[in-house]
């Protein structure tokens, strides 16, 4: 009976090693699916973020208040607020409720991110209840009157944030932070490989039904671009005055001699 090749081993009772298929073991390829969708959940979840925050930035003190009574509340920011429905005398009046977008800076470098701001005005002389939630609020940016960017396009499905009703001094207002990360997203939260490329950009923001009006900012172009008009700009300037200057061309005629 000829004795299995399996069986046998070397002398020092080590294993031989086991020769390569051309293909990896099955776990080695789970493994590698997983760590892929990680990763690409680790860039959905920073683009998600910045939208849940909106609303758990809305649950603080209003602008107006002190920094003693910011600091004092700080730790009733860090989840939404549970309004209390006996201190407040109702939802706002849509007319009451005010609406305003702002962005830091008129102008942005390449590098830099803008941070958008949504303020909710309540000008009602009483206590009410505005809806904050994520269902309820978006940041648009639009370029030349097209929407380039939203918020909702990586809102969460189910976001604990949807409905949240906070309260409202009278004539007090809160306000909502965004860091804009400039990243391209499209509908689906999905990263394209376009960039926002320079140019004048608006921002608008809004609750619901309200809309405020849009707050202007400006990208500017790279480094490398400006430097490249800039020298278009020199080379241009020195070709006109070029064309501009007369002729130098010797004249044929004699002066008469005197």
């Known amino acids: 009976m000829t004795p299995s090749n399996r069986g046998s081993q070397p002398k020092n009772g080590a294993r031989q090693p086991r020769q390569s298929s051309g293909k990896l073991p099955a ?3 789970r493994r590698r699916r997983y760590v892929l969708l990680a990763a690409s959940l680790v860039v959905v ?3 998600v ?5 909106i609303v758990k930035g809305l649950g603080g003190g209003d602008e107006k208040d002190s920094a003693a009574e910011e600091t004092s509340s700080a730790s009733e920011t860090t989840a939404a607020p549970v309004p209390d429905e006996k201190a407040a005398s109702g939802k706002c009046p849509e007319e009451k409720v005010g609406l305003k977008a702002e962005v830091d800076k008129k102008s942005f470098k390449e590098d830099a991110k803008p ?3 949504m303020v909710i005005e309540n000008n009602h002389t009483a206590t009410c209840l505005i809806e904050v939630g994520t269902k309820d609020q978006e940041f648009l940016v639009e370029k030349n009157g097209d929407v380039v960017w939203s918020s909702k396009f990586c809102a969460a499905d189910e976001d604990e944030n949807a409905e949240v009703s906070t309260e409202f001094a009278p ?6 932070q965004l860091e804009w990360n400039r990243v391209q997203v499209d509908k689906n939260c999905n990263r394209t490989n376009k960039e926002f490329g320079a140019g004048d950009y608006e921002l608008i ?3 619901g039904d309200e809309e405020s009006k849009p707050a202007k900012f400006e990208l500017e172009k790279d480094a490398a671009t400006k430097a490249k008009e800039k ?3 020199e080379d241009k300037k020195a070709e ?6 007369p002729d130098e061309t010797p004249s044929d005629d004699k002066s008469p001699d005197e």
Do not use: I, N, P, R
Not at 49 to 53: E, I, N, P, Q, S
Not at 171 to 176: C, Y
């Open 27 to 29: 776990h080695v390829y």
């Open 45 to 47: 979840a920073l683009l």
């Open 49 to 53: 973020l910045g939208v849940v925050g």
């Open 115 to 117: 941070k958008f701001e």
């Open 171 to 176: 004539e007090s207002e809160k306000t909502a």
């Open 205 to 207: 923001v809004k609750l």
């Open 231 to 233: 020298k278009e700009a």
């Open 240 to 245: 006109d005055e070029k064309s501009e200057s």
